[in-house]
């Protein structure tokens, strides 16, 4: 019994559907149906000539911020590598200041140690040449 109602509704929708289409077809085929087919047309084209404009627009606004971005990333770079030279330049000064004044510090600490090793040399010579005598 349930298969059928199922088959009777089918059928119902199937004549309803087929109805609506031959009075959707034969609207659109009368004088009426054709100027709003026409009228249709017109407004897919606005809309698609609309639709086509501000993509347009978009893709240039995109097209001329990334070229913004671009130009500051490589403005960052170029600050980055002049930063990067005077830290380099300002290291290398430093170290060779440092290094100069290790190697001025060593030289005269060897001096010192040369001299009083000298004079201990000299005062046992000493010693020995007044025990001999």
Do not use: C, P
């Not at 509704?9 to 087929?18: C, I, S």
């Not at 070229?67 to 430093?94: I, M, R």
Request: hydrophobic content about 35%.
């Amino acid at each position: 019994m349930n298969n059928n109602n199922n088959d009777s509704n089918t059928g119902w929708a199937l004549g309803f559907g087929l109805l609506a289409g031959i009075a959707i077809g034969y609207y659109l085929n009368s004088n009426e149906g054709r100027a709003a087919r026409r009228k249709a047309q017109v407004r897919f084209d606005e809309y698609g000539n609309q639709i086509s404009e501000y993509s347009h627009q978009v893709s240039q606004q995109v097209s001329e911020r990334a070229n913004a971005l671009a130009e500051d990333a490589k403005q960052k770079l170029e600050e980055s590598k002049q930063w990067a030279d005077e830290t380099a330049g300002s290291l290398k000064s430093t170290f060779n200041e440092k290094t100069s004044a290790l190697r001025a510090s060593a030289t005269d600490a060897v001096s010192s140690v040369e001299n009083s090793f000298k004079r201990g040399v000299e005062k046992a010579k000493a010693k020995v040449d007044t025990g001999k005598a």
